[in-house]
């Protein structure tokens, strides 16, 4: 299948402060993104579509002020947690579009304190 | 409302005893159904999609088919390592390729 890489794989903030996550095709470009979020037992949330070149679709509830989405290329997509709070703690996934499949990345622990 | 429903939550088997999970869904208008597994920690490992109603796909002990209504995962004679959260997801026409997951079949394999 094909490969999906997050960076980092887990970081710990303190509150207020801002985190990037990147996420990046390795072996195939993809036009679309999507960014989900996953809390302790619970199943995948999507957060946000992203489309290469253009602005970032957000689901109803998800602030887009907060969650900064930068698709900049066609293999890299970007989250950005501004000023995170506790409650932003969770485990943050990335997916990519190939054709008939969507391949998703490890996962990026965030925690913040 | 799209909605996806799995069952059971949790179950337990003994090494070799085969059983299936179930994915009910409701759609406006079904465009593909996705299987996944996802290792504690780790994110989703594609498995299948399926289509059209009657489709069947295969990989080692695990088959997935599907109905108007339902989609079954099909496990036969699981190992240990086959223990995982299934995931099963559903994408929609004209809801730009996004996945709708239902909550997830947490599956032990006891040896």
């Known amino acids: 299948g094909a490969v999906v890489s997050q960076h980092p794989s887990w970081v710990i903030c303190k509150s207020g402060t801002s985190v990037k996550i990147e996420c990046r095709s390795l072996d195939f470009q993809a036009t679309t993104m999507f960014w989900y979020r996953q809390f302790p037992k619970q199943s995948l949330m999507l957060m946000a579509t992203?489309?290469?070149?253009?602005?970032?679709?957000?689901e109803q509830g998800v602030e887009k002020d907060k969650f900064l989405i930068n698709h900049a290329s066609l293999t890299l997509s970007t989250l950005t947690v501004t000023s995170a709070h506790p409650e932003d703690s969770s485990f943050y996934i990335c997916?990519?579009?190939?054709?008939?499949?969507?391949?998703f990345g490890p996962g990026t622990r965030l925690t913040v304190t | 409302e799209d909605q996806v429903t799995q069952s059971p939550e949790a179950l337990r088997l003994q090494e070799g005893e085969s059983s299936s999970l179930n994915c009910s869904y409701t759609v406006s208008g079904l465009r593909g159904l996705f299987w996944y597994r996802q290792d504690p920690g780790k994110g989703p490992e594609f498995l299948f999609t399926?289509?059209?109603a009657g489709e069947e796909k295969e990989k080692e002990r695990l088959k997935a088919t599907l109905t108007k209504k339902e989609s079954f995962l099909h496990i036969t004679a699981p190992k240990p390592e086959d223990s995982a959260t299934y995931l099963c997801a559903v994408q929609v026409y004209n809801q730009g390729g996004k996945l709708i997951f239902g909550q997830g079949t947490e599956l032990s394999v006891k040896p």
């Open positions: 997916s990519m579009d190939r054709g008939d499949e969507q391949y």
């Open positions: 992203s489309n290469e070149g253009s602005k970032a679709t957000y």
């Open positions: 399926l289509y059209s």
